[in-house]
Structures are given as C-alpha cells and as structure tokens.
DNA sequence: GAATTATGTCAGTACTATTGACGTAATTTC
DNA sequence: GAAATTACGTCAATAGTACTGACATAATTC
C-alpha cells in the first residue's frame, strides 16, 4: 500500500475544484442535506421493522388515494415485484387497503387508512419541522425560490407527476388544470 | 381486496395535505430531485459495474486527497464493513491508491489516480449540468441562496464536515478557517 | 510490556432493487 | 364469441448496499 502494484498510476494530490466548471459545491451540499433529510423518518421506520420504501408507498398513496398500483410503480420508477412485498407489508399491517377499481374491475386502487394517515403523518412532520428550519436559518424569504429550484432539477418529462397533486399546499396554482 | 378482512380500517379518500402544516410539497419535490439528481451517474457507473458507493467514495477522495479510511466511514457515515468492498474494487480497478501516513504509518491515505478524477469528473458533469440548468430555469438570481438552504438542510453538528472543502469553487469564504 | 488505535477481513443477515417466467381475471379487439 | 391484451400477483434467482459481531495485525501510546 506504501508501494501500490507497478501498473497503478500515481496519487493526485490535489483537491478536484471547480475544473471545467463543475459545480461540486452544490453536488456535495445535496448528498449532505438529502442524507440527513431521510435519516429523520428511518429512525421511525425502524421501529416499525420498515424501510425507506414503506415510506415512499405510504406518501404517495396518501397524496393520491386512489392511485392504482401501474400509477404507483409509475411515479416510484421501481418494478412490479419489488413494489410487491413492501406493498404486501403495508397491506397486511393494516396501514393501506386495496379496493377493486369501479370503472376497471382489474385495477386496485389504493387507499390509506387512519392508521396508515398518522404513520405518513408521522413521518412527514420531521422533514417539514427540518424544512422550515432551513428555510428560517438559511434567511430564505421566498420559499417560491426553493420549490422552483427543486421541480428544475426534475426530469422535465417527469414533471407531470408532480403537478397531479392537489396544489393546496403552496400558494402556487400548479394544481388546477 | 374490494371486501377487505374484518379488522381493515375503511379507506380514507381525501388526499393528505397541509394538515397539521406538513410541508408535502417540497418533501416531494426533494424526493423527485434527488432521484433524478442521481440517476445521470447511475447510468454510467453501471458500465464499470459500479454503483452508488462507488461514487460516493470517489467523489470524497477527489475532494479532500490524503483522507484516511476512517475520516471517510465519518463523512459517508456507514461502517468499515460496508466501505471496505467498494473501496477495495475501487483499488483494484486502479481509481484509487492507499498510501502509508507520513506520521502514523497505521493510517492510510487515500488518494485519486488519474483515472479516479477522470471517473469522478464524468460522473459530476452531467450533475453540474443539471444544477446549472435548474438555476437557470428557475430563475434563481442568487445561487447563495440554494447553498445556504441546502446547507442548513444539514443536522448542525455534521456541517463541520462541507466546511472541510476549500472553497475555492464558490464565492463563498467558508473555506479558509 | 500492556492497552489502544487504524485498518482489514470473515461470517451471517437484511432491505431494496433487478430480470425472467408464469398465472388469473377482466377488458378490449376482431 | 374467441383471441389478444391489460392489470395485477407471485415464484425463483440474483445483485448492491447496508448492518452486527468477531477476530487479526500492525503501529502507536501509555
């Protein structure tokens, strides 16, 4: 290790800046705020013997009740059967139930249930409680500025996943149309 | 399903929103980000059969050169075990080279081949392009604005960890301390 | 010399994800 | 009405990333 094998090439020492341009503050910054940002609701989880992924189904189906599991897989972009015990899980612990679809009797849709309300409560109220922190610690006055921000750094054919949700959160009116 | 089991909680159809003054919308736009965010890497880490650890470990040898194992595990915050896989494909594919401390000969420095900063350039580009992009698009006037949020994202105690990085990349001055 | 530290490694396990294949029921198409 | 397609569920096998616990080695510190 003092002496690396004849082939490898040789230690760079210096620190990667910002060499054609590359923006790693802001690489680094979202790795760093993103990390602590889910390590909030994963204490939960656990307690609960569930991951990350229970989070993510249980958010979106209390977002949009209703959803189907094709709407789900959709908007989670994981496949059918590692949707398929997570889902199970959820189902069996009572906190999502499935109800046949009333046009297509082939679709489930999928609803929380009170149970399953408080959990993704539960978990949402540390990430907002470190989001409104943020936004009064950093001196953001408009929040607009980060909400903007973020849906730009989606995928722009993947924005219309964001814009089904009912928009009465934010003062914005990207609900309603 | 459409008769759930007896104990089933009933299915609650209204979409959960600002209830108890969740902020939804940007807990969802973070998700949405950073799963994009990540995705431009993933593509082209596959084709070295690598996967996100790799990156992540890349990215911090590149930005602070000479860092030992142990400051990694502290930056990455997963354990040895974990590291040491990735760490070790990393050595033997000739991206990274260990060399003995100077001082404490126990220690091993890490530090970038030509071929790692080549690797974790390429991979950082496309991100930077996304970053630079999602400013422009947003129409964020004030970059400052998107770090300083981002930063106060951080649980407090580990940002001690971004200031490490000289900060010759942003206008900012938190580098030299 | 003994204790501690930094690192490496082995064994076993868990969670999340993948691909491929197959089955069933419902809907659509011809 | 038969055939094709669609929505969903499930089985099997695999991969990547993480975990805990245990143990070994070399170097440093006490």
Redesign the interface.
Known sequence: ??D?SP???????????????????????????????T?DPDQILAEYGFGRAHH?VL?FV?????LTVAELLDVL?ITKQSLARVLKQLIDT?HI????GPRDRRQ?EL???????AL??AL??P??R??????E????TERA???????????PE?RA??DI??????GKNHGDH
């Open positions: 290790m003092t690396p082939a490898a090439g040789k230690p760079i020492r210096t620190a990667i800046a910002d060499e054609d341009g590359i923006d790693f503050a802001i690489i680094e910054l979202f790795f760093f705020a993103y990390r602590d940002f390590s993510r958010h209390n977002r949009r009740p209703g972009k009572d139930v499935q109800v046949q489930r609803y929380p249930t009170a149970k399953g309300r993704a409560l949402a109220r990430q907002s470190r989001i409104r922190a943020a936004l610690d950093s001196g953001t500025t980060i909400e903007r921000f973020l849906e730009a750094m989606v995928n993947l996943q964001i949700v009912p928009a009465q959160t934010s």
